[in-house]
């Protein structure tokens, strides 16, 4: 198990439909993959349509990356996917403390 607080987990979190467009992104900027989560959104204001309340699905792809690659990652989002865009993404930062089972192209990550 590895230590270390270099590395990150980064949660993103875009509408539904826009998995590849981030996916896109985190490569360009050196992210080896990515687990994307279905959920759904819920806000203060509800839609309504014939009386079943409309939720807004989303997705939260999560990928962990040491801390310069989240940096990147954050930036391009923000830049190119942010919440004034149609994604309306967001994303945030995680430390780790320990780390099993993740191994990074230059074996960074331990075994």
């Known amino acids: ?11 993103i979190v875009v509408n539904a439909g826009y998995t590849d467009t981030i996916m896109d992104i985190i490569r360009a900027e050196g992210a080896g993959g990515a687990t994307v989560i279905n959920a759904r959104g819920e806000g203060s204001h509800h839609e309504m349509f014939m009386g079943i309340t409309v ?41 780790i403390n320990d780390i099993i089972g993740i191994r990074a192209g230059t074996n960074e990550f331990g075994e």
């Open 1 to 11: 198990m590895e230590s270390s607080d270099k590395i990150k987990a980064l949660f």
């Open 55 to 95: 939720d807004y699905e989303k997705e939260i792809i999560l990928t962990i990356v040491d801390e310069a690659t989240a940096k990147r990652i954050m930036m391009a989002i923000k830049e190119n996917a942010g919440w004034k865009s149609p994604l309306h993404g967001i994303c945030f930062l995680m430390p």
